[in-house]
T-cell receptor, first 113, second 113 residues
Framework: KNEVEQSPQNLTAQEGEFITINCSYS?????LHWLQQHPGGGIVSLFM???GKKKHGRLIATINIQEKHSSLHITASHPRDSAVYIC???????????????FGTGTRLTIIP | KAGVTQTPRYLIKTRGQQVTLSCSPI?????VSWYQQTPGQGLQFLFE???????NKGNFPGRFSGRQFSNSRSEMNVSTLELGDSALYLC????????????FGPGTRLTVT
């Protein structure tokens, strides 16, 4: 079983729809990251969460530490949101500050005009 | 500030050869992490350097090595290349390293023939 599971693997939606991508993990973590990868490979960090909720523009990320679950929401989706969204966790290690990221397999999002 | 740069961007090598990839972090960032991305395995952590010291290493064979210089620039080396080493190699820099937010470079796409 992978330490980080994402769902769905693929998601196609119409422009304007509300999008939810889910991430579940099985290990103790110090932080969870949501990343965006466009065709061509470049990765952009969207959020880093250790508790609660964060919002940036039309993007909202939440995390429930007790349930080991996080969600990424996109409101009023737009074709430019089409990308692969990757969840990554930093597993609690013996020394905070030098941990490593473990990644989910990603969710490929396509927004149709 | 200039972003993370990686050179070269594309590389074609033959089985058995060795390759060196370079990563220049954002000015002031002391941590550089390296990741391998393949269609089959997704994103996987290779190693992380902080102030010229390797602090963490992923589960890769000894053919994969790296180093960091006093100016925080980092190189990774893969010796005795195998077909399975074909991948996108990404580096990411940050002031302190995981679990904190990381800034990714554009990647080097390595093809082994």
């Amino acid at each position: 079983k992978n330490e980080v599971e994402q769902s769905p693997q693929n998601l196609t939606a119409q422009e304007g729809e509300f999008i939810t991508i889910n991430c579940s993990y099985s290990v103790g973590i110090s932080a969870l990251h949501w990343l965006q990868q466009h065709p061509g490979g470049g990765i952009v960090s969207l959020f880093m969460l250790s508790s609660g909720k964060k919002k940036h523009g039309r993007l909202i990320a939440t995390i429930n530490i007790q349930e080991k679950h996080s969600s990424l929401h996109i409101t009023a989706s737009h074709p430019r949101d089409s990308a692969v969204y990757i969840c990554a966790v930093s597993e609690v290690g013996s020394n905070f500050g030098n941990e490593k990221l473990t990644f989910g397999t990603g969710t490929r999002l396509t927004i149709i005009p | 500030k200039a972003g993370v740069t990686q050179t070269p961007r594309y590389l074609i090598k033959t089985r058995g050869q060795q390759v060196t990839l370079s990563c220049s972090p954002i000015s002031g960032h002391r941590s550089v992490s390296w990741y391998q991305q393949t269609p089959g395995q997704g994103l996987q952590f290779l190693f992380e350097y902080f102030s010229e010291t390797q602090r963490n290493k992923g589960n890769f064979p000894g053919r994969f090595s790296g180093r960091q210089f006093s100016n925080s620039r980092s190189e990774m080396n893969v010796s005795t290349l195998e077909l399975g080493d074909s991948a996108l190699y990404l580096c990411a820099s940050s002031p302190q390293g995981p679990p904190y937010e990381q800034y990714f470079g554009p990647g080097t796409r390595l093809t082994v023939t």
